[in-house]
């Protein structure tokens, strides 16, 4: 609950500089790599996903951008040998959040630094199926929602006007079930790190 008494300041935030530059729009398409608790969860799978991004110029390189982000991390599967058991995770995430944004040569173009803040929403789901013949039934399913204050730091360069490319490094702590005995009807909750580094292309119009 702490953390959405934060939305209204993050999107209040880019509202400062509207006076005096109109923003610019954009997307990103981005990769994710898995680091620590986030990459044993995933099976060290890479995550794919995408953002709609508001960015507000201002004097001397400085710049705000406001975003909105889903991320998806591949489905992790656990299946003991010589057993008819199996679970599977899935792992998604939806973001809002501000950068602040630093471009070195003074102008919007180059190489420029970001750090940002924002609400992410993690949502977990946890499908256990038992063998029966040749096929998988599930037999139980369980949902884990986790929203909480992310962080992310990184440096980019803008080619063009349009076209930039961006790579961070992300902070969204989680919560997860204990998998110590995946066979255990009883789930305790594991707090998890959440940490990626995610390369994205980004384009603005």
């Known amino acids: 609950m ?24 954009g997307l990103s398409v981005q990769f994710n790599a898995p680091l620590g608790d986030l990459k044993e969860d995933t099976d ?10 508001a960015q507000w110029n201002l004097a001397q390189g400085h710049a705000l951008r406001s975003r909105m982000d889903v991320n998806v991390f ?14 599977s995770r899935s792992l998604s995430a939806v973001g809002f959040g501000v950068d602040y944004l630093y471009h070195l040569s003074g102008r919007p173009v180059g190489l420029y630094l970001t750090g940002g803040a924002g609400i992410t929403r993690w949502d977990l789901t946890t499908t256990t199926s038992d ?13 884990r929602n986790t929203t909480s204050l992310s962080l992310a730091a990184g440096l980019g360069w803008q080619f063009t006007r349009i076209i930039g490319l961006e790579t961070r490094f992300i902070h969204s702590p989680y919560k997860t079930f204990d ?7 009883t789930r305790t909750d594991v707090n998890r790190d959440g940490n990626f580094l995610q390369v994205a292309g980004t384009f603005r119009w």
Request: aromatic share 8%; net charge positive.
């Open 44 to 53: 060290q799978s890479l995550g794919v996903g995408a953002s709609v991004l």
């Open 2 to 25: 702490k953390c959405l008494a934060l939305l209204p300041l993050l999107l209040v935030l880019p509202l400062v500089a509207q006076d005096r530059h109109r923003p610019t729009y």
């Open 179 to 185: 998998l110590g005995n995946p066979t255990s009807t």
């Open 74 to 87: 591949q489905v992790s599967r656990y299946e003991p040998s010589n057993s008819n058991y199996r679970e």
């Open 131 to 143: 063998k029966v013949g040749s096929s998988y039934a599930s037999s139980y399913e369980r949902n």
